[in-house]
């Protein structure tokens, strides 16, 4: 594939010749102003018109974040051309093929399942599985680790069950697994593109796709298919896809390097381009990091080198080099104070990235940091992973104590005694996270959380599994609060609340037949709990590296690292086993034909190196050694191959790089209604569960509200079903126990027919309205429902069972955001109404909302306002009575007046 050198104008991907079009931008080469500007200047141009019926402009990315950075970039860019921006779809691919598939598919009361709850699914059915006959260990959790790393070559590459290329001995389970979550109304990630490939297919979709794809390096077999799906449905659909085979460095879950080396091969009548200009780097770090590049094996494809942009050039050493020094940390330490008390470098301003951070040598460099008293942020050691280590860790074994000990005759004093101590051990190291409590009363709390776990059997109630629930009851009993400021805290606990509903979402959910056999509360909370926070914990915690507010050093993974910079970056550990690890093979069924890249290798670590080395702006210190022990430094023949990179194991060069500060983006934050409306209410609120990703308890009605809108699209739009089959098919609370879903049922099948009966639908609207818009630095997204025409006026309507008057603000927000977000789209709204379904006639006695321009106007400032302080002062809470009695995490917060009374 030949790669051709932009023009400065870049006429080519604005106004392009062919129909597909592949960008290599490497590091630092402005990669998302490429993808934005190129997406805003084909519609400035009419080259792509979003507005179109027969057009779909389609952005994925692989990450949130990533899609909330384009969607604010996006918004900038199209000058708030809010109408535009609605019509558009930027996000993960997961999120579109599930859109896609409800919109074409009837993906209603079907649970999508991520990663964590696909694990959670499998230990759950492991009996149905038969996993026990399919591999040879004895591990439990290494043989659910096994089966899905087959479940994922499986998806990856997009295999048919009936293929020769699985396994004999695994297909049986696979054929299980994928049968078993369509009978229970379950799709996982992979289910979801593979689903939607056959469904586009099938449909022959006659939209004019355009796709513009992010990070195009990492995508796998099957996501390709899916862009080949959508381009060939008219055939002459476009693919605009960015990316840098030098920086693939997720095939271990997937991502195939040949898909973007060989983009001409997937793709017809295609351009590729390269951009090279480094915006980021000092020459030295550039050059550096092409000598990296010069060492690996791409066959196909010459990317050539990189150069530093004409503001980042100097003529100073940008690359410092320690290969004699042995004590790694010490050296890294000592640099880190050096050069933030004689160069006034702030600490924020510096990061050590490692290949693991949760290795002993990473746990190391941390020590040592701790003992200089250098503040640093890690995921990996904060107060947060240290709250999970005394407080969680010490709970699970103070309940397996009780349990141990519930009938136990000890056979001595001692051995009394012993346990003992040790469960007062155990409540003291929880002691300092609580309130004005003593030990004897956490001992309390815990036993009374054992009863919870093991009351009744062997058939328990949904509500047992509540572990979310029965954690925020036990952080109010025992006064554990979270202090707007503490964010490392705020980590650590929103780890556990992700990984507890993950472990809900499926022991608490009821399944059909025999499959809904499940292990006991007890033994799900000591061991599914246990194991995740032991081994899983990592992957986890690094959703936190964007929560520092402190200025620290930021002690990361190169994984965790991507996408982000600084000026100062250290990587030590670059020896033989520790950077680059040992090859490691694929640990699946499959042939070495299919699953060679899962694998990792030389190659793929040398990609790894890269990106360390390419996150550095001014200056990139790396530290080796050659050692018998250890092993040699594995990158020796980058040095042999470059000038200009200084040894500093005796002293500092003097002709240094200059470290700049860079210039702070401005902060955008891109939420969905929900989120926006705990704004209004309490920012602390807004922060825990939007930014820090805080999971409150849900109750076993969660999906009603959902579920009532649908039955009343349906029963209005309907003609064939009637309202008992609807309420039938749509009523499905798999949180609650079978009796509690047929009393909702019988509940909302007589609300609706009762607002079909006073005329309350009539002149009703269903069409659903997606809307993006923009308040300051707050981008929000979301869905009007329905739209009600009456007496030559359009109002917003929303639908409640029943209304409780302490949410009735809420309500009203929601309402007057909705109408906002419509007038900004050219549709004039001048009503408002919240119709309760608990009285006899709900359009009636329902409660009018003032939707006036100067409504929304407030609105709009009180919101402008709640960032700006955000901004400033960092979370904080505004306590009232009303905004902490709905509050979901008042257990938890410090200023509750809810805690007060």
Partial sequence: MELNRLSEERRELYDPAVRNQLIIAGAGSGKTYTLVNTVAERIREGIIDPLADDQQVTIFTFTENAAEELVVRLSQQLERD??????????????????????????????????????????????LLELDDVYETDSFHRQIELFENDLGIYYNENITLDSQEIPEEIEPALRRYVDFIEEQRLIDFGSLIRRAIRTIRERKDDTQYHLF???????????????????????????????????????????????????????????????????????????????????MEFSSVDLGDMSAHETRIDNQVSVLGDTASQDHAKQVAEEIRRLHNSEDVPYEDMAVLMRSVTSSYGGELMDVLEEREIPFH?????????????????????????????????????????????????CSTIQPYCGDVTTTDIHVAVADWFELLTEGGPEYDNEQYNFRQQFYDFCDKVGIEIEPENTALQEGFASVTQIMKSIEEVYRRRFQGRANVRSSPFTVFTRNLKWHLENRLERWAETGLGLQNR????????????????PVVFVPHLTKNRFPVRNQPHAT???????????????????????????????????????????????????????????????????????????????????????????????????????????????????????????????VDDEEAGLEEITREEVYLPLADYGDEMRMQNAIRANV??????????????????????????????????????????????????????????????????????????????????????KDNPTEEGIPVDVSTDSTTELLREASERMQNLKQRGPYTTPSERSCSICDISDVCPDSEVNET
């Avoid at 460095?249 to 898909?259: A, C, K, M, T, V």
């Avoid at 890690?378 to 000990?405: A, Q």
């Avoid at 200009?644 to 902060?667: F, G, T, Y």
Wanted: hydrophobic fraction near 35%.
């Fill in 82 to 127: 809010e109408e535009i921006l609605n019509e558009m779809y930027v996000g993960t691919i997961h999120g579109w093929c599930n859109q896609y598939l409800d919109q074409n598919a009837n993906l209603a009361n079907t649970k999508i399942l991520d990663e964590l709850e696909r694990s959670q699914l499998i230990q759950r059915i492991y009996g």
């Fill in 213 to 295: 794809v992010d990070e195009y390096q990492d995508v796998n077999p099957a996501q390709v298919e899916l862009f080949q799906a959508l381009t060939d449905a008219t055939g002459d659909g476009t693919v605009f896809a960015v990316g840098d085979p030098r920086q693939a460095i997720y095939q271990w879950r997937g991502g195939d390097i040949n898909r973007i080396l060989e983009f001409d091969e997937d793709f017809e009548d295609v351009e590729a381009y390269t951009i090279t200009t480094n915006r980021r780097s000092r020459p030295g770090i550039v050059n550096f990091s092409n000598s990296i590049y010069r060492d």
């Fill in 378 to 426: 890690s995921p990996n050691r904060n107060s947060g992973t240290e709250f999970v280590s005394d407080v969680v860790f010490s709970i699970i074994e103070l309940v397996e104590t009780v349990e141990d000990t519930h009938d136990r005759n000890f056979q001595t004093q001692q051995e009394q005694r012993e346990v003992q101590e040790r469960i007062q051990e155990l």
């Fill in 551 to 566: 200025d620290a050093v930021t002690v990361s993974t190169v994984h965790a690292a991507k996408g982000l910079e600084w």
């Fill in 589 to 715: 069924s499959f042939s070495d034909d299919i699953a060679e890249r899962y694998s990792t290798r030389t190659e793929d670590e040398k990609r790894l190196w890269y990106v360390a080395a390419t996150r550095a702006r001014d200056r990139l210190y790396f530290y080796a050694r050659d050692d018998d022990r250890i092993g040699p430094f594995a990158y020796q023949s980058t040095l042999d191959s470059i000038d200009r990179v200084a040894e500093i194991s005796n002293q500092l060069p003097q002709n240094l790089s200059e470290i700049d500060s860079p210039e702070d983006d401005p902060e955008y934050i891109h939420t969905g209604v929900s989120s926006f409306l705990l704004l209004l209410e309490c920012p602390y609120h807004f922060h825990m569960r939007h930014s820090v990703g805080v999971n409150p308890p849900v109750g076993k009605q969660f999906g009603a509200g959902n579920v009532l809108h649908r039955t009343i699209e349906r029963a």
């Fill in 753 to 838: 027919e009762n607002l079909i009966e006073s005329g309350g639908i009539e002149g009703v609207n269903f069409s659903e309205t997606p809307f993006t818009i923009q308040i300051e630095n707050l981008v929000v997204s979301g869905i009007v429902d329905a739209i009600q025409e009456s007496n030559g006026q359009k109002g917003v309507v929303d639908w409640k069972s029943s209304v409780h008057e302490e949410f009735s603000q809420r309500y009203q927000n929601q309402i007057q955001l909705y109408a906002l977000a419509l007038r900004r789209l050219g549709t004039d709204v001048q009503t408002g109404l919240i119709a309760d379904l608990s």
